[in-house]
């Protein structure tokens, strides 16, 4: 079946514009999961939603990042007044539930660049 | 920041050569994953180990999950160009938080 799709691919922005991000889970999967990724780091873990709840996001870098999920499946993370730090690829994912042995499945990715 | 210390942070291999990275970390995990990244992609589960000591293997990948549950390392048999990418562990301590390594980086040398 399908995978995690996220869109769009690469965003440009110029800082001080808002973006959105969006992720479109495997379908059937309860939980959600956004990462940031930094060049040459490791993803670093945002936010978690479990279905429309958004359960974590004590990952999120500051009060300018926003995260939801309203329906249950579709997220969308929103970025304001987007500086150049935020840079970074946007990773989703998803599994089946939130317990051990539900492994995370990614999507592609957003490549952000603000400039 | 970043809990997980992988090693190395880059190799070069030769074809059919056998090679091993480790992850170790500071903190317990109750799992340890380890996932590869090839570019402009997400990163794909290779191998999920569950319990302390387990040995598992993908192919010709075979990870252990430390018996202290502060480390894995991952094994690539009979490296093959393909085998070219980024490889990521990470621990999970919880029902869904995971912690990343920095990355192998692997270059095969033909």
């Known amino acids: 079946g399908a995978g995690v799709s996220q869109s769009p691919r690469y965003k440009v922005a110029k800082r001080g514009q808002d973006v959105a991000l969006r992720c479109d889970p495997i379908s059937g999967h309860v939980s959600l999961f956004w990462y940031q990724q930094a060049l040459g780091q490791g993803p670093e873990f945002l936010t978690y939603f479990q279905n429309e709840a958004q359960l974590d996001k004590s990952g999120l870098p500051s009060d300018r990042f926003f995260a939801e999920r309203p329906e249950g499946s579709v997220s969308t993370l929103k970025i304001q007044r987007t500086q150049q730090e935020d840079s970074a690829v946007y990773l989703c994912?998803?599994?089946?539930?939130?317990?051990?042995?539900?492994?995370?499945?990614f999507g592609p990715g957003t490549r952000l660049t603000v400039t | 920041g970043q809990q997980l210390n992988q090693s190395p942070q880059s190799m070069f291999i030769q074809e059919g050569e056998d090679v091993s990275m480790n992850c170790t970390s500071s903190s317990i995990f109750n799992t340890w994953l380890w996932y590869k990244q090839d570019p402009g992609e997400g990163p794909v589960l290779l191998i999920a180990?569950?319990?302390?000591?387990e040995l598992t293997s993908n192919g010709r990948l075979t990870a252990q999950f430390g018996i202290t549950r502060k480390d894995s390392f991952l094994n690539i048999s009979a490296s093959i160009p393909s085998d070219v990418g980024i490889y990521f562990c990470a621990g999970r301590s919880n029902d869904y938080k995971l912690s990343f390594g920095a990355g192998t980086t692997v270059t095969v040398r033909a």
């Open positions: 180990l569950y319990k302390a000591g």
């Open positions: 994912a998803s599994s089946l539930g939130g317990g051990i042995s539900y492994e995370q499945y």
